[in-house]
């Protein structure tokens, strides 16, 4: 149970450093490249561009060109979009074991009480309790995962096919505004990878597991051992905000009334009730 092995054994595939390091890279990339393509004075994308399909309407409205550059922004803007909510509800799910992670463990109103997980379904819900923490990971991620959403929408609604004067060519035009806010927002979002990668290089560590944590059943592998359980603070509970006075409140015993040290929790290697070592959260 004290081999760091099996104790920093799981990480999600797209939270390891190959693939944090890889993401900004590849996604900056191609933003860069989109940048100068837009704005290059040979390539200046409002000068429009031909569609290379054709562009005329048929007898029942339909255009393959405004169809293509349609669907195709907005197909790669929901895969960003959906990429951003993947790594946003994982990490706020990782983000209190990341806490009792720490090498001094952490006290109750940054990791156990933690909801930033329940609080991620809702746009910019983690903002306030992240600030509040000071977690600026958590924090930039609730703010560009809701934020992602208009990637698909503007790439979808931003080329158009319209006829150039005047020479009378059917050309791709960007509506400016559109394009602009898209090229913002696609900015913010490789700067939120970049906070991410920077996040998991210097303190991927601590977002590692034992194994897994997605079941009721794997939160109770890693407390059924813990003096947790007889904590006089988990005794008798009757609502979410009795437990958050109780814990908030806590003090180790010892010293005047009201000086002790303030309660920290961890996950790590720990003597359980039993006297075995166990691998899981105690105080």
Not at 180 to 209: E, H, P, Q, S
């Amino acid at each position: 149970m004290d081999d760091p092995a099996p104790r920093y054994a799981y990480i999600p595939w797209y939270l390891s450093k190959p693939a944090v390091v890889s993401l900004p890279v590849l996604f900056g990339s191609l933003y860069v490249a989109l940048l100068v393509v837009s704005f290059l004075p040979e390539t200046a994308i409002e000068k429009g561009f031909a569609p290379g399909l054709n562009a005329k309407s048929d007898a029942a409205g339909f255009s393959r060109s405004n169809f293509t550059y349609s669907f195709v922004p907005a197909l790669l803007g929901m895969l960003l979009f959906l990429a951003m909510q993947r790594l946003f509800f994982t990490i706020a799910r990782l983000y209190l074991w990341a806490e009792l992670s720490r090498e001094s463990g952490s006290p109750a109103g940054r990791s156990l009480l933690l909801d930033y997980a329940a609080s991620a379904t809702i746009p910019f819900g983690a903002l306030p309790q992240a600030i509040t923490n000071g977690h600026w990971l958590i924090a930039a991620l609730a703010v560009m995962a809701p934020l992602s959403f208009a990637i698909p929408i503007l790439g979808g609604g931003c080329f158009s096919t319209y006829e150039a004067q005047p020479s009378g060519d059917l050309l791709v035009f960007p509506h400016r505004s559109a394009f602009y806010v898209l090229l913002v927002i696609m900015g913010l979002y490789l700067a939120t990878l970049i906070i991410v990668t920077i996040f998991v290089l210097t303190f991927g560590k601590r977002l590692r597991l034992p194994k897994p944590i997605k079941s009721l059943a794997d939160i109770t592998s890693l407390l059924y051992a813990s003096g947790v359980l007889s904590d006089a603070a988990f005794q008798g509970v009757y609502s979410r905000v009795d437990l958050r006075t109780r814990l908030l409140a806590a003090r180790e015993r010892g010293g005047p009334a009201g000086a002790g040290r303030e309660v920290r929790y961890f996950l790590g290697a720990f003597t359980g009730k039993d006297g075995e070592r166990h691998l899981g959260v105690d105080r």
